[in-house]
C-alpha cells in the first residue's frame, strides 16, 4: 500500500508534510541548501529583519531530555540573503519568516518582498519571538497586531501566514481567531516556544544560558501539549485556514498526533536542532508506518479528526 504524507495548503505543494521551523541550521545559505537538499518537504528561513544581526551573546541555546531553551536574538543574514538564494531553492516551496524589531521594519521587508514578484513562495510573519531585550511579543497585544496586519495587506498581496505564541486561555484563543479571519491568511503556524521560561542547573546553581537572565523559549517535549492545544484551537476556529504544527516533533507519532487535531503540515524544531536533517526522512518513515499500521492512505482520512466529544 503506498502511503501519501504530501500536503498542499496556499497552493503550495509539498511532497513531506514535515519540514523545518523557522529556528535550528536555517539561517545561513549553506543551511537552506542542506534542507532544499533533505527530505524535508519544503524550506522556511531563520526569521530575517532588514539587516544582518548578530543576535544574543551565547551561551544562548539549551537542551536536555525533555527539551530546549533558546534565547537567540533573531541572528539572521537579512532579508536580501533570504530573497537572493530563493532561485536556488526552486523546486521545494520556499517559506520566508520575518520578525521585525518594529513596524516600519516589518513593512519594509515587506514592501522589498513584494518587489521581488515570485521570488519566495510564501512568507511567515514572525508575531512572536520571545527573546529580543525589550520588545514584547506582538502576537499577546491583540490591537497591535490588528493594527499591524491592516497594513501588512495593503502593501503585501502575496501568501502571508503568520506564526504565533502559545495562548493559554480560551478567550484569547476567540479574540485572536475574530482578528485572523479578518484578513486573507494564508496559514497559521502555531506554535512558537514558550517565551520566558527559566532552566535552573543546581548543580552549579546557575542559570542555563546567558541572555536575559537566563529566560527564554521553551520547545521540545516541554512544549508538544501546548503546540497540540494551540493547533487544535485554531483548527476548528478558522474553517479554512490552513494550521501548521510545530511543538515536540520528535517521532512519527507526535506528527500523527498533530494532523489529528487538525495540522496540514509539521514544522520540527528542537529535533532538527539535536538530529540534523536526517530527522526528515526518519520522521516520514515513522509515520507512513504508523499511518499503515491504522489502513490510513493520506492524511486527509484522518486529519482533524480527533474523537473529542
Ligand atoms: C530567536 O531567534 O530568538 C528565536 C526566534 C523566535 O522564537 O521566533
Known amino acids: ?7 498542499r495548503f496556499s497552493g503550495l505543494t509539498l511532497s513531506s508534510c514535515l519540514f523545518n521551523a523557522s529556528g535550528p541550521r536555517c539561517t545561513s545559505s549553506g543551511e537552506l541548501l542542506e534542507l532544499y ?8 528561513s531563520k526569521s530575517a529583519t532588514p539587516g544582518f544581526r548578530v543576535g544574543n551573546p551565547k551561551p544562548r541555546y539549551f537542551e536536555n531530555q525533555f527539551g530546549s531553551l533558546n534565547s537567540m536574538g533573531l541572528p539572521n ?11 536556488q531553492l526552486s523546486n521545494k516551496a520556499y517559506i520566508v519568516s520575518i520578525a521585525g524589531l518594529s513596524k516600519s521594519d516589518n513593512m519594509q521587508m515587506l514592501r522589498r518582498l513584494q518587489k521581488s514578484g515570485q521570488a519566495v513562495d510564501a512568507v511567515e510573519l514572525n508575531l512572536s519571538c520571545p527573546n529580543v531585550p525589550g520588545k514584547a511579543q506582538i502576537g499577546y497585544d491583540f490591537d497591535s497586531t490588528k493594527a499591524l496586519l491592516e497594513e501588512v495587506f495593503q502593501v503585501f498581496d502575496g501568501k502571508l501566514g503568520v506564526k504565533l505564541p502559545p495562548y493559554f486561555d480560551m478567550i484569547h484563543f476567540e479574540q485572536m481567531a475574530a ?8 496559514f497559521v503556524t502555531c506554535v512558537n516556544s514558550i517565551g520566558n521560561a527559566l532552566i535552573v542547573d543546581a548543580e552549579s546553581e546557575s542559570v542555563v544560558i546567558r541572555p536575559k537572565s537566563g529566560f527564554g523559549g521553551l520547545g521540545g517535549d516541554y512544549l508538544k501539549p501546548t503546540g497540540l492545544a494551540n493547533v487544535r484551537q485554531f483548527y476548528k476556529r478558522l474553517p479554512g485556514i490552513p494550521v501548521i504544527g510545530v511543538g515536540g516533533v520528535k517521532t512519527g507519532l507526535d506528527a500523527f498526533e498533530y494532523i489529528l487535531c487538525g495540522a496540514t503540515a509539521i514544522q520540527v524544531g528542537s529535533q532538527l536542532m539535536r538530529e540534523g536533517i536526517d ?7 515513522e509515520l507512513k508506518t504508523l499511518m499503515k499500521t491504522k489502513g490510513y492512505k493520506k492524511l486527509s482520512q484522518f486529519r482533524g479528526k480527533l474523537k473529542d466529544g
Open 1 to 7: 500500500m503506498s502511503i501519501d504524507i504530501s500536503a
Open 37 to 44: 537538499n533533505s527530505k524535508a518537504g519544503a524550506v522556511l
Open 77 to 87: 543574514e537579512g532579508i536580501e540573503s533570504y530573497i537572493s538564494i530563493a532561485a
Open 179 to 186: 482578528i485572523l479571519k479578518a484578513f486573507p491568511i494564508a
Open 279 to 285: 530527522c526528515f526522512e526518519r520522521i516520514a518513515f
